[in-house]
């Protein structure tokens, strides 16, 4: 999604939900961090959000801007309303969070490198190919991605989140040594 489409998004749940801030926990979230966000983002058709002060508020969400939804059918995307307990965060999370404002209405956004760890530990093809394009473009760093491990509540969902980044480091390396040997392309 495009920055302009999350606000589209985020105007409409604050509207249905008389609310005026949300958690963006996914990939959107890149959106208060980054000014040219990677097509990994772009591409995707959601946004995971959850409203911050009438969580009641879900399904009615869901229902008018879920991905059944006539908006999403309309639009070509939607809010996945999701819960806080969704993702694997580390510890104080919600003090580094960025905010991205439209108008009266507050995104609050993980932190790339919050977001980054989440993505590991789900583990999805998708959510490593994300991780992959944030550390290879440099939005997200390798010691303070050790850091936010560190703050995981469990040693297994480290280990696992660690693990996972060392596969996509070692991508990412192979990926770069296998073009270097490559000639390149006159124009």
Aim: aromatic content about 6%; charged content about 30%.
């Amino acid at each position: 999604m495009r920055k302009g489409q999350v606000e589209q998004l985020m105007r409409a749940a604050g509207k249905l939900a008389r609310e005026s801030e949300f958690f963006i926990i996914g990939s959107q979230a890149v959106h208060a961090s980054v000014s040219k966000p990677p097509a990994e983002v772009l591409l995707s058709r959601e946004c995971d959000i959850y409203p911050k002060n009438r969580p009641q508020t879900g399904d009615l969400l869901h229902q008018k801007l879920g991905p059944t939804s006539r908006f999403a059918r309309r639009e070509g995307y939607y809010a996945d309303v999701v819960t806080p307990e969704i993702a694997t965060l580390p510890a104080g999370w919600e003090s580094r969070v960025k905010p991205l404002k439209f108008g009266p209405i507050t995104a609050w956004c993980l932190e790339i490198h919050d977001l980054v760890v989440s993505k590991l530990a789900a583990g999805r093809l998708k959510d490593l190919e994300f991780a992959a394009a944030l550390l290879e473009l440099g939005f997200a760093k390798r010691r303070t991605l050790f850091r936010r491990m560190a703050r995981l509540d469990s040693e297994h969902d480290a280990d696992r989140v660690r693990s996972r980044l060392k596969l996509v480091s070692d991508d990412i390396r192979s990926a770069r040594l296998s073009s270097k040997g490559r000639p390149r392309k006159s124009l």
